[in-house]
């Protein structure tokens, strides 16, 4: 539970940034008195942290130090890289690539907002150091590396990764093994990052979308619920929700209309929803889809209609409200934060 505790945490600090709090709290008819650019800085410093392999030179906590850099080694392949988990040293990649999607939609909506705090180019290094990951674990079209690390054995001994000497197994989904929701969310991930670098590396840009499609070809064509990463990061949500969520990113990227008729040809899948978490994408999707109704798609009315749903669950004067709110204007799904603030109390 620690685990999944602690990446909610994040997760809630992402979406804080795409939900804009201070607009929020101004709303309210009350003068903000938090420093979200601080709270801001800090969401992004945390991925630094996080880091494992080689650091480079530009590194900002310093007491870090390079680690796990035999990662993959027992299968032939280099997985240095990526970020750990929380506060383990397991890298799952399933919610590591949905959160490289979420750190990639903030990018995509709020770049002068992030940039006017000069946040930007930091927030772009984090992407990208989880981006290359998923390239380096996508060595075949029919073949993904998805985690390093036993989470058990991993659990049972809390060392920093620099000293680490627990197992550093590694589990592969493949044709014959599938796991469309880490495939489908890698793909998600690595279309939203695309968007992300277009303008800033257009090279690198083409090369993520290229890995996002066939990705996405392998999470479609090979159908299989991802139990790999299970007691810790279990499907409930079934992968529906993140083929619709890859299919939305991927038109959003490449702008090709055979992914917008996915989606339309799957809407029966889309489903209301009260969460928006690494399990459960459907109110992402239904977001993303949303926009492109209000563009004129009026056969995306389904997905608009979901989003809706999640809106009124979220609007503290809407009749259904489901969601909590921080003072500071986070959303706090299953009232986590307050669980923390007891903690610390
Ligand atoms: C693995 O790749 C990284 C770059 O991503 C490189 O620095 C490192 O030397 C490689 N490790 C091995 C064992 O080849």
């Known amino acids: 539970m620690v685990i999944h505790g602690t990446h909610m945490v994040r997760v809630l600090v992402v979406w804080c940034i795409v939900a804009s709090p201070s607009a929020r709290a101004m709303n309210h008819g009350y003068a903000p008195s938090f420093d979200y650019k601080d709270a801001l800085s800090k969401a992004i410093l945390f991925f630094e942290g996080q880091r494992s392999g080689k650091l480079p030179s530009t590194q900002r906590v310093k007491w870090r130090d390079d680690s796990a850099l035999f990662d993959g080694e027992s299968k032939g392949v280099n997985l240095s890289g990526g970020y750990y988990d929380a506060g383990d040293n397991v890298k799952f990649g399933w919610p590591m690539a949905y959160t490289i999607c979420l750190l990639s939609w903030a990018a995509i909506e709020y770049p002068r907002q992030i940039n006017s705090v000069n946040q930007l180019g930091y927030l772009h290094s984090e992407i990208r150091?989880?981006?290359?990951?998923?390239?380096?674990?996508?060595?075949?079209?029919?073949?993904?590396?998805?985690?390093?690390?036993?989470?058990?054995?991993?659990?049972?001994?809390?060392?920093?990764?620099?000293?680490?000497?627990?197992?550093?197994?590694?589990i592969e989904?493949?044709?014959?093994?599938?796991?469309?929701?880490?495939?489908?969310?890698?793909?998600?991930?690595?279309?939203?990052?695309?968007?992300?670098?277009?303008?800033v590396d257009s090279e690198y840009s083409s090369k993520l979308l290229k890995h996002s499609k066939s990705l996405f070809e392998f999470a479609d064509k090979y159908r299989g619920s991802y139990q790999g990463s299970c007691p810790f990061y279990c499907s409930y949500s079934g992968y529906n929700d993140e083929l619709l969520w890859a299919s939305a990113w991927l038109h959003k990227a490449s702008g090709e209309s055979r992914y917008l008729n996915y989606a339309i040809s799957n809407q029966r899948w889309s489903q209301a929803?009260?969460?928006?978490?690494?399990?459960?994408?459907?109110?992402?999707?239904?977001?993303?889809?949303a926009k492109e109704y209000f563009a004129g798609r009026s056969d995306l009315e389904t997905f608009k209609t979901g989003a809706d749903s999640f809106v009124c669950a979220v609007m503290p004067k809407s009749g259904s409200v489901q969601i909590r709110t921080t003072p500071g204007e986070l959303l706090d799904y299953n009232q986590d934060c307050y669980h923390i603030q007891d903690m610390i109390n």
């Open 273 to 289: 929803a009260t969460e928006f978490s690494w399990d459960n994408k459907f109110v992402g999707a239904q977001t993303l889809l």
């Open 173 to 199: 989904i493949n044709a014959h093994s599938p796991g469309t929701e880490v495939a489908a969310e890698s793909a998600a991930a690595l279309a939203a990052a695309s968007i992300v670098f277009k303008s």
């Open 129 to 170: 150091w989880g981006s290359d990951f998923i390239l380096k674990a996508h060595v075949s079209s029919t073949k993904l590396y998805t985690q390093v690390g036993d989470g058990n054995r991993d659990h049972s001994c809390w060392e920093r990764p620099e000293d680490m000497d627990t197992p550093r197994t590694v």
